[in-house]
């Protein structure tokens, strides 16, 4: 099973057609603080390449929720990782809050945000802001050649109005399609 063939069976419930590169996952993991986290988010992760990402810098108590609507891709996910700090959520990223109960350190973000309505984009960054803590971290990342189309422009801007930090990282070239990744933090 790959993500390919995901894409190919539910192309409008899973936003990638090549599994992300493990250096976009450390581009998506840097920075953000997982070290010190007690619970961290996961939205869409998809095959787990971010979740890898995530596990191995946690710390041993710490938690990560991973939050995937595809049921093939959650089903592959909870069979494949066997590490006692995940828990693998068959659902929708708007559902956030309900699904953690509390506050968390950070989320990640796979989530294929410019092909999704507007409407429901803003709902889950509405569960996302809801859900982190001041000064939490929240990171997503974005396709270098879709970046100028009007949806990502959207989005970087609904980013902008939401957290009082925006951050964006280099190329990240050795992805397929080449990727940048977005760093927000949570107003105090």
Known sequence: MSITAEFLRRPLMTGAIAA?????A?????GIGLEGA????ELGPGTGVFTDAVLARLAP???L????LNPVLAARLSATRHDTRLTVI????AELAAAVGESVDAVISGLPWTVM???QRGHILD???EVLKPGGRFTTFAYLHAAWTPPARHFTAELSRRFSRLERSTVVWPNLPPAFVHRATQKP
Request: hydrophobic share 40%.
């Open 20 to 24: 992300s590169s493990r250096r976009l």
């Open 26 to 30: 450390y581009a998506m993991t840097e």
């Open 38 to 41: 007690r619970l961290v988010v």
């Open 61 to 63: 108590d710490a938690r």
């Open 65 to 68: 929720v991973a939050i995937e």
């Open 90 to 93: 068959r659902g929708s990223a």
């Open 117 to 119: 309505p507007r409407e």
């Open 127 to 129: 569960a996302v802001t």
